[in-house]
């Protein structure tokens, strides 16, 4: 009880220490306009955003381009956009370029800022890419989160275990490698194509809020399963579908048909795995170009099947059990649900924090 009184204490001390920096968080977008003295389309548009500015709560930035430094600048952010420089004034808001001061082009301006309300919509930096910085490390933690998920262990355990009665050893390392070979390709191709899903949407905002939230909510639920476990409900495979996949698993007697129910089994997993590939799914959205995220995703699932493939190599090797490694996941399925919980839940936090804030 103690110890549990302890891990609730640090929960709170960690929502008191980051939510009053999310709540005093300064909510401004950002627009930048590039112009230059004495331009009276560049006046039009100063004066539009000035009345806007009585609406929206946003910050303009700028940048006269008789300044060569400015000049540069906008030549950079251009190439960033993957756009030519046509003039001024050029407006960039989030990921949007706005040239020139037609009513059709303010009335965009206009919708942009409205989108934008209530977050910073950061302009792309000179490489192309949004703000990254909590996106590496988040992708590390969240993966890590995935990987010592003990459904994706108990699934492993039962598929070796039917592997080994047939007493071919070597069978056994081929199989486990087939089966996490399997389980990458069908979480990278789903990840793909719910982040293909997001942008073609343009829901990437709206998304990503909705993510931050699921976080905070599945790291809570990780808590509950540390603290009471078996009560309500459980983060982990349906009890419902345990016997149907213990079925397929335990039908599995080849390379071949290890790598096929990997497919299979990937549905099965999804209730308890689908927590932290969807959050990094949606900051994956908001931060990163479609080549970064690819990247990204596969360096996720590696790290993903990472301790699969350990597990199968301790037990070809003889390090240890099916057995063993069972007793191993029944001992720790509490503190794994502890780690898992407290890692979620802060990411969720921060990504709440960088969506109003900016400061990651």
Known sequence: MAKKQVII???VLSLMILLPIFVSAQEKTE??????????HCANIDVFLDGLSSEYDFEIKSYDITDPKNAEYLQKLAISYGIEVQG???????????VGDASSTKEAIKER????????CPIKDVDGKLSQSLTLPAVIAA?????????AFAVLIILLTTILAAKIRKRVLYAGLAFSLSIYIAYFLMGVGLFSAIQVTGLTHTFYFIVAILAIIIGLFNLKDYLWYGRWFIMEVPRAWRPRMKLLLKGVTSVPGAFFVGFLVSLFLLP???????????????TATRHTAMLLLLLYNFI????????????YFGFTTTKQAEEWRQRKLKILHLIAGIIILLLGVFMLISLYTGLF
């Open 113 to 120: 800022i409205t989108s934008c309300s209530g977050s910073v």
């Open 9 to 11: 204490s640090l929960v």
């Open 88 to 98: 001024v004034p050029t407006v960039f808001i989030g990921d949007q370029v706005f």
């Open 143 to 151: 993966a890590a989160v995935d990987a010592i998920n003990p459904c």
């Open 31 to 40: 627009v930048y306009i590039f112009e230059r003295a004495g331009c009276i």
């Open 272 to 286: 308890c795995t689908s927590g932290p590939y969807i959050v990094i799914l949606g900051l994956l959205s908001k």
């Open 304 to 315: 993903f099947i990472l301790p699969m493939i350990l597990i199968t190599f301790a037990i």
